[in-house]
């Protein structure tokens, strides 16, 4: 199975700072149609997730341009060009290329 | 707007079977691959099934820890997705959410416990 690992697992910032989020994949998550199937996700405290990127670097709808992804082959990034408040809570990042699908551990957004 | 609202949680015994279901609307749902994610208490998220749709003929895919005891299925129709569990273990007891296209429910919870 695609393992994801994630760095840092908990990140400290302060509002209006920039930070980013790595995901690195065990394989390439290139699939043989052309797309790579990454995605990130944030969960807030008590609800549910929320899609924030979709194949590597296309905003979700409704979400902020402050978010954006990066990335190609087995390594990814996501940045928060200017943390708000209500960008606390947990990040996953996951892949859709190889069944069975996998998320990373998640990485803690907490304020400093 | 789009909405999918999970039901049919609860708390079983181990071994038993559940089945729970997830009632999906505001988009073109037969032409949307389904999803089930679970999350157990103070864990992370947990990929477990997805279901295609009909020109990929309903093909599925399963976690490996749940691959032989759940079973995922939809219902066109209904707009409606499942999720069928068997021989349920502790390990097993989590929310469990549907998701498609970006959105997610709500979640639903299971517990097995004796």
């Known amino acids: 199975d695609v393992v994801l690992t994630q760095t840092p697992s908990i990140l400290s910032a302060t509002i209006g700072q920039s930070v980013s989020i790595s995901c690195r994949s065990s394989?390439?998550?290139?699939?043989?149609?052309?797309?790579?199937?990454l995605y990130w996700f944030l969960q807030r405290p008590g609800q549910s997730p929320q899609r924030l990127i979709y194949l590597v670097s296309n905003l979700g709808s409704g979400v902020p341009n402050r978010f954006s992804g990066s990335g190609s082959g087995t390594d990814f990034t996501l940045k928060i060009s200017g943390v708000e408040a209500e960008d606390l809570g947990v990040y996953y990042c996951?892949?859709?290329?190889?069944?069975?699908?996998?998320f990373g551990a998640g990485t803690k957004l907490e304020l400093k | 707007a789009v909405q999918l609202v999970e039901s049919g949680g609860g708390l079983v015994q181990p071994k038993e079977s559940l089945k729970i279901s997830c009632a999906a609307s505001g988009f073109t749902f037969s032409n949307a691959a389904m999803y089930w994610v679970r999350q157990a208490p103070g864990k992370g998220l947990e990929w477990v099934a997805r279901i295609r749709t009909k020109p990929n003929n309903y093909a599925t895919y399963y976690a490996d820890s749940v691959k032989g005891r759940f079973t995922i299925s939809r219902d066109d129709s209904k707009s409606m997705v499942y999720l069928q569990m068997d021989n349920l273990k502790t390990e097993d007891t989590a929310m469990y959410y549907c998701?498609?296209?970006?959105?997610w429910g709500q979640g639903v919870m299971v517990t097995v416990s004796s």
């Open positions: 996951m892949q859709a290329t190889h069944a069975p699908y996998t």
């Open positions: 394989q390439s998550l290139l699939d043989s149609d052309g797309n790579t199937y």
């Open positions: 998701t498609a296209g970006g959105y």
